[in-house]
């Protein structure tokens, strides 16, 4: 695809999200909010379909990795020790013609220069004097720019703060979920039947005051992370660190995203603590971007936390008498930019004139509607009732719409839209002999199944 054809299917797809219910932006009635956006009644269903399928893939399908839900709200002092309140910042810097804040790092970045956003702001400043040439504002097009300055990005609250002054003791929203489970690490050891190496997996609202938020869900100011944390012996984490990046890798083909449109993006310019780091990026409208970290950390968090808090965070291995720090292999991923490169993935443009039709080929086990219902028409009583029966049965055990509204050929359009992969039609044959018509979303073949062997056709089919 060509980059204007690429910029439209953004549009194009952000356009659909709105049509269709997947994803509002924010408080749109009151002239909306920037950088933040609601999931419509089949969004919310993709998403949580998406970290269903994280989490069965963490906490499920594998003996070594246990869940937890830690609170958004948590003591400063976490946030004092994980570096966030000194470190936790973007480069911005602002157009001098129409004030446009832009985050530099990604400006010169866009111009083709590298630049990073944990280079001190010397560092970057004079990367940035040196090309000033190069930069335009991507708003009015000028070339006049302030100098770049730190801006940290923690979301400060005033929660339990009754002083009335909001910038005395400021409690934060976590600007990312991993701290929760840092911080449980040991309760979690101490109550789970868990031994070193083990996982703690936790998925949760994170909130970070980007500057720029630019590219419909792909960053926002509240967002969602699916982060899992593997504690470690320190010896070990070639091992693991090659074994979590190909889990992760496989995660996204098992949820059908195509591997020409994944890559590794290796960090050059690492954090002091960090031992290795990639992240999976993926082929979006926009170009190739992160979809989620995979990072080795160290013994960083813990010992930390360790220093801050004056526990100790070390774990004694009863087998081998030793006792150290676990080091920790992380994978942070983003509920939003999965949901986005699965859009971009699934969405099609197909046939043309009467024929043409727009289909979201979402995999079934994410797509938000697993089997659509319809009486042939509405106003036959006994086909209602028929379909009807049908629908009480499978809403047992799969999301399922009914609709009787407007002809067929409409019907199946508008799944096809959402992404629905079978519609099922109760027809006058269907009261004759106990059989219904399937039709399969992608190919739009077809075929007469027997109703009492639904329920083993769509287990099939859905659950493969
Ligand atoms: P970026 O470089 O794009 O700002 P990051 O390296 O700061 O991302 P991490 O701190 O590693 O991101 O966060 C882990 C994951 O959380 C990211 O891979 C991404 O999927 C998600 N994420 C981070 N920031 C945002 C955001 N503002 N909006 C949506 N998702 C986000």
Request: proline letters at 3%; glycine letters at 6%; one cysteine or more.
């Amino acid at each position: 695809m060509t980059n204007k054809n690429q910029d439209n299917k953004m549009e194009k797809i952000v356009s659909l999200c709105k049509r269709r219910g997947f994803v509002f932006p924010s408080s749109e009635i009151y002239d909306g909010f920037s950088a933040v956006y609601d999931l419509g009644p089949y969004g919310v269903e993709l998403a949580n379909n998406i970290k269903n399928a994280w989490w069965r893939a963490m906490t499920q399908f594998r003996d070594d990795v246990v869940g937890l839900d830690s609170a958004i709200f948590m003591s400063p002092k976490i946030w004092e020790a994980s570096g966030h309140v000194k470190g936790f910042s973007d480069p911005l810097t602002e157009c001098k013609k129409c004030h446009s804040r832009l985050r530099l790092d990604s400006l010169l970045e866009d111009a083709g220069i590298f630049a990073d956003e944990k280079m001190s702001e010397d560092e970057i400043n004079e990367i940035f004097d040196k090309n000033k040439d190069k930069i335009k504002c991507p708003n009015c097009g000028a070339k006049d720019f302030t100098p770049g300055k730190k801006f940290n990005l923690l979301v400060q609250s005033n929660l339990g703060n009754f002083t009335g002054d909001w910038s005395k003791e400021p409690t934060y929203l976590r600007g990312e979920t991993c701290q929760g489970i840092y911080v449980n690490y040991k309760n979690v050891l101490d109550s789970a039947r868990v031994k070193v190496p083990f996982g703690i997996a936790q998925i949760g609202k994170a909130f970070r005051n980007e500057i720029t938020a630019r590219q419909f869900i792909f960053r926002t100011r509240e967002f969602e992370q699916m982060e899992m944390q593997y504690f470690i012996k320190p010896d070990t984490q070639e091992k693991y660190y090659n074994e979590w990046k190909e889990t992760r890798w496989k995660f996204y083909l098992d949820l059908g995203i195509k591997e020409k449109n994944l890559k590794w993006h290796k960090h050059e310019n690492l954090v002091f603590y960090a031992k290795e780091a990639y992240d999976i990026e993926y082929n979006y409208p926009f170009g190739f971007k992160e979809l989620e970290g995979v990072h080795a950390r160290g013994d960083y968090d813990l010992s930390q936390h360790s220093k801050h808090s004056g526990q100790d965070l070390s774990y004694f291995d009863v087998t081998s008498g030793e006792k150290f720090v676990p080091h920790i292999v992380e994978t942070s991923a983003g509920v939003g930019r999965t949901f986005l490169a699965i859009l971009s993935e699934a969405y099609t443009e197909e046939g043309e004139g009467d024929g043409a039709r727009i289909v979201l080929k979402i995999s079934p086990k994410l797509a938000p509607i697993k089997i659509a219902i319809f009486p042939l028409l509405k106003n036959k009583p006994e086909l209602v009732k028929k379909a009807k029966d049908i629908f009480d049965e499978l809403k047992l055990i799969w999301k399922c719409e009914f609709d009787d509204n407007g002809n067929i050929g409409k019907r199946y359009r508008r799944q096809d839209e959402i992404g629905t992969p079978y519609c099922l039609t109760v027809d006058f044959d269907s009261l004759e002999n106990e059989s219904v018509t399937i039709r399969d979303r992608d190919t739009m073949v077809q075929e007469r199944i027997d109703i009492k062997n639904l329920v083993s056709y769509f287990k099939d089919k859905i659950e493969k």
